[in-house]
């Protein structure tokens, strides 16, 4: 039988050569050599290649090989040379990164301009609105404050609201903020007994009518914005995002209004709530109101201004209250911070892109000298 | 002075000493490194670079044999070489005179005191063997190299090629075997008792 030499044999015949073998593993190596002519024939082979490789003539070196001190500057130089590669990897690599973030910031932007603007706007505003509500409610200012400087009368915008503006709450930040002007606008002459809620759900198109003749309709006690006709249409709510047009300097936010704003006394609760119709039958005619002009629209902040429809009188609960949307987490940063975010990690990629390249062609160059 | 002496020394920044150490070494450096390559001019770049990169080193030298630590260091210069060679166009083994003709035998190969058909021959199984080396993988060659050529043992080799000592021994039983195959290729150049059946 004829007996086949594996790699094992191989490996034993190598260090038996060597003398690298147990005495265990050479007896028996031995006693395989002297059975098998085949395994015998392959120590000779490898005996004889070994006998070749160690006949090889010693080689001198052609030149004496010091070291010199100019020798090890130059080997450090190259040292640095060598770091070529790894530049042109960093800066493939940041390459990449910014064009992924590009494309990624495109995408995202255009996709949710919309759906994160109504998320950002509830949240931030909601307790400073409720705080100044019911600082406004429990103010008992004398009424002879004066009205603030920007009062002027309503009807001049009403004229310029349409008859039924259907008003989206939530929207583009880029509007006024009206609401925090209106609620601060709330008369000095309201009583705390008084109830007011402000029902607000995002999630739904709140239809408020600036009709004038909706005026009329006793409703006085939630004074709020009608936007004009050239305003976003997107709601009142959508004023308070902070990074919106800023309110003027002469903006009557802080004061008190006057009691010229015969809006709210304890005669004209309404008694029914909640209601699609109020049921206040004080009816404001002459007050004056307050305008705002910005750049993009013009606003009339009053409180003689009807409530929307879905804005009722809740006489169990004494403040004025704006409840946060149940599907918008306040956890969510703010749009612009985000998009300053990541603009300044593209520039950040965009500067290790370029700096590595040149740094990566300039090795190139020199080590090519 | 002896070599620890030396070594101690050129840590210190004294360059004579370590060219002392370059003196002793420079030699086995050069030939492990011509086996491995197998041509002159790569072989003296990587035994300078050698040199110059254990000076720059020789802090990280922790003792031991410093022969071992040298043969590495030319180990992983000719690794480089290698894979830079395989990168770019390949580079003919043989030296070329003015015309661009291979010339028969290189330099370090002729002896005066030969016969020329003896030297023809000799030169040419050298040539055979050398190219047989070639054709093994980096690390069979290196270790083939260390153990047959520079005759080192096993753990030298081990200490050297940076592998434990089995490893050292599968390899140069595969690279011997390998050998063998290839040589049996130049029958008609080895001696009659190396002649390989």
Redesign the interface.
């Known amino acids: 039988m004829k007996y086949q030499t594996t790699?094992r044999d191989?490996?034993l015949?190598?260090?038996y050569l060597?003398n690298?073998l147990g005495s265990e593993d050479r007896a028996h190596l031995e006693s395989r050599l002297i059975a098998d002519p085949e395994l015998q024939?392959e120590f000779h082979?490898?005996s004889?290649?070994?006998?070749?490789?160690?006949s090889?003539?010693?080689?001198?070196?052609?030149?004496?090989?010091?070291?010199?001190?100019k020798?090890?500057k130059?080997?450090?130089t190259r040292g640095f040379q060598r770091l070529a590669p790894a530049y042109g990897i960093v800066s493939a690599i940041a390459t990449i990164l910014l064009v992924l973030l590009i494309f990624g910031d495109r995408l995202v932007t255009s996709t949710s301009q919309v759906a994160l603007a109504p998320a950002s706007v509830a949240p931030i505003e909601s307790v400073p609105v409720q705080k100044e509500i019911e600082r406004s409610i429990v103010s008992t200012s004398s009424p002879t404050e004066a009205p603030p400087v920007m009062m002027v009368e309503a009807p001049a915008i009403v004229s310029t609201a349409p008859p039924s503006a259907e008003l989206l709450v939530g929207g583009g930040p880029e509007i006024a903020t009206p609401t925090t002007i209106y609620l601060n606008a709330l008369p000095p002459t309201s009583t705390p007994e008084i109830t007011i809620s402000i029902m607000t759900d995002q999630s739904i198109t709140a239809t408020i009518s600036c009709d004038g003749s909706k005026f009329s309709e006793p409703y006085p006690t939630i004074p709020y914005a009608c936007p004009s006709p050239t305003s976003n249409p997107s709601g009142f709510l959508q004023g308070i995002l902070p990074t919106s047009t800023p309110i003027s300097a002469d903006s009557p936010t802080p004061t008190p209004y006057s009691t010229s704003a015969p809006t709210l006394t304890s005669t004209s609760t309404p008694t029914t709530i909640p209601s699609s119709t109020p049921t206040a039958t004080s009816v404001p005619t002459e007050t004056p109101a307050l305008v705002q002009n910005t750049a993009s629209e013009s606003m009339v902040l009053g409180p003689t201004l009807p409530a929307p429809l879905d804005q009722v009188m809740d006489t169990a609960n004494p403040t004025l209250t704006v409840p946060e949307p149940a599907e918008t987490p306040g956890t969510i940063p703010n749009f612009d911070f985000l998009q300053y975010l990541v603009l300044a990690i593209e520039l950040s990629l965009a500067a290790i892109a370029i700096i590595a390249g040149i740094m990566a062609i300039i090795l190139r160059i020199r080590a090519g000298r | 002075m002896d070599e620890i002496a030396l070594i101690q020394a050129a840590k210190g920044g004294d360059?004579d000493s370590?060219?002392r150490l370059?003196?002793a070494y420079?030699?086995m450096?050069?030939?492990h490194a011509?086996?491995m390559i197998g041509e002159?001019e790569s072989a003296?770049d990587a035994?300078?670079t050698t040199?110059?990169?254990a000076?720059?080193h020789l802090s990280s030298f922790r003792g031991g044999s410093f022969k071992a630590w040298l043969l590495r260091i030319v180990t992983n210069a000719c690794y480089d070489e290698l894979r830079r060679r395989k990168r770019r166009p390949t580079v003919p083994l043989e030296p070329t005179d003015d015309t661009g003709e291979e010339v028969e035998s290189a330099r370090?190969m002729v002896d005066p005191a030969e016969q020329p058909e003896d030297r023809i021959q000799r030169v040419e199984?050298?040539r055979a063997?050398q190219h047989c080396l070639d054709r093994l993988p980096d690390e069979f060659r290196s270790t083939?190299v260390m153990?047959?050529?520079q005759?080192m043992?096993?753990f030298e080799a081990s200490q050297a090629i940076g592998k434990p000592i089995g490893t050292i021994?599968?390899r140069?039983?595969?690279a011997?075997?390998r050998?063998?195959d290839c040589?049996n290729g130049f029958a008609e150049l080895?001696p009659s008792g190396?002649?390989?059946?």
């Open positions: 790699s191989y490996e015949l190598s260090a060597d690298q024939k082979e490898i004889n290649t070994r006998l070749l490789l160690r090889m003539p010693k080689m001198r070196a052609p030149r004496n090989f010091y070291v010199t001190a020798d090890t130059t080997a450090r | 360059l370590f060219n370059v003196l420079q030699d450096i050069y030939h011509f086996r002159e003296d035994t300078q040199f110059i990169s000076y720059n370090w199984l050298q063997i083939v153990v047959d050529i005759g043992d096993y021994k599968s140069l039983a595969r011997r075997s050998l063998r040589l080895l190396f002649r390989l059946e």
